[in-house]
């Protein structure tokens, strides 16, 4: 080193290049590694800027709408994407190599499930105790490759219509996938956002992510249910910069027939979130889903209920079903069939919350007036 070098301050490293040594470090100790279905980039709806979406396999809620049915299950999800297959009369590869697949009627394989959950491919629920090791292409979602410790019927799959949901990996791994768009992500304010499934069913992970993220001076946002341990989500507010929560209904009985569970403990966490972490911008989300919440009552109760934490902000958000073919892919049939908002719904809905929410503000601008035709 010459002299003027001893005296210049050395650069700083980029935060991809901390999450290398990171990463090093990682698999030296064993760390903690998350179940992840998905990497995805260039995301510009979950949070200010650019961002890489990483979604973690598990969820303790059964929403009959679910856009994401293969983030359900804890543990690693075989699939078959029928669209995708050759045909056995033009490719038998899967045959053969496990009982968890046979000849179709259609000329199609099909996937026997039962033999499938005892493939030794497939970890069990406990990653970091099965001990699990393997390569992966960070950034790519299942079905585009990248699918860490694949069974050897999808492997040899040439056309990519066998698809196993859900790869074990590590922090640093994952920030290694997120920092491949870091140029983009720095320009547009952007950053990371954690979602699923449902985050808080993979605590340990969660908090490991979040911390080497804010080490890694990484914006980070995640996406909740609410329903998870409040410890995990006071934890996990510590280190996010943003905070999206899901506020389906406050009908015990809906609730718990769409979902599969009531909204105490997602309300309870809601409001001591709110409380012990008042520097956190929050944003409660509520998807109106037809049948389910889409009425008057439950778009009010929404509103009263948000009179009690005034100072986070309300997103409504139309129903889709997107993910409607993903249920097919996984021998499942989408729960909602044909359901659909109707025309003008979600404008009346958001209507509605303003008013329950604001009601002195709602009188003064004629806001009740316009949600009365809510009623008709």
């Known amino acids: 080193m010459t002299e003027p ?6 650069p700083t490293q980029t935060w991809q290049a901390q ?34 979406m990483v979604f973690l396999k598990g969820c303790p809620l059964k929403c009959r709408w679910c856009s994401n049915p293969e ?25 053969g190599l496990c009982r968890g697949l046979r000849a179709g009627t259609g000329g199609f394989p099909v996937l026997v499930r039962a033999e499938c959950e005892k493939c030794p491919a497939l970890l069990g629920p406990d990653l970091n105790a099965a001990g699990f090791s393997g390569t992966t292409l960070a950034g790519t979602g299942p079905e585009g490759g990248g699918v860490f410790g694949l069974p050897p019927c999808a492997k040899a799959c040439p056309s990519g219509a066998l698809i196993l949901y859900g790869r074990p990996m590590g ?71 943003l905070l999206f929560y899901d506020l389906k209904s406050l009908d015990p009985e809906k609730h718990r027939d769409f979902t599969g569970t009531g909204p105490s403990r997602i309300l309870e966490n809601l409001e001591a979130v709110c409380r012990d972490h008042p520097g956190l ?6 998807p109106v889903v037809p049948g389910f919440n889409d009425d008057l009552g439950s778009a009010m109760a929404i509103g009263r209920f948000l009179r009690r934490i005034p100072r986070v902000s309300h997103e409504s958000l139309p129903y889709h079903a997107l993910g409607g ?42 806001l009740a007036h316009k949600t009365a035709e809510f009623e008709k």
């Open 281 to 286: 911008p929050i944003v409660v989300r509520t």
């Open 71 to 95: 983030s359900q299950s804890p543990r690693p999800e075989p699939a078959l994407n029928v669209g995708r297959c050759l045909g056995l009369d033009k490719c038998r590869l899967c045959l």
């Open 325 to 366: 073919q993903k249920y097919g892919y996984l021998g499942r049939s989408y729960p909602m069939g044909e359901a659909g908002l109707a025309e003008g719904e979600l404008a009346r809905f958001k209507l509605a919350v303003e008013r329950a929410r604001y009601p002195d503000a709602a009188a003064g601008d004629g």
């Open 171 to 241: 922090a640093a791994e994952v920030l290694a996938a997120v920092g491949k768009d870091a140029v983009f992500q720095n320009r547009s304010g952007g950053g990371l956002t954690v979602t699923g499934g449902e985050p808080l069913s993979q605590g340990d992970f969660l908090i490991d992510l979040l911390s080497a993220a804010k080490r890694a001076r990484v914006s980070a946002a995640m996406e909740t249910s609410g329903h998870g341990p409040y410890e995990v989500l006071s934890q996990a507010a510590g280190r996010l910069d």
């Open 5 to 10: 070098e001893k005296g210049r301050a050395r």
């Open 19 to 52: 999450a290398g040594n990171s990463r090093a470090g990682e698999a030296k100790a064993g760390g903690v590694k998350g179940l992840v279905f998905n990497v995805q980039p260039f995301s510009v709806h979950d949070g200010p800027g650019i961002r890489t």
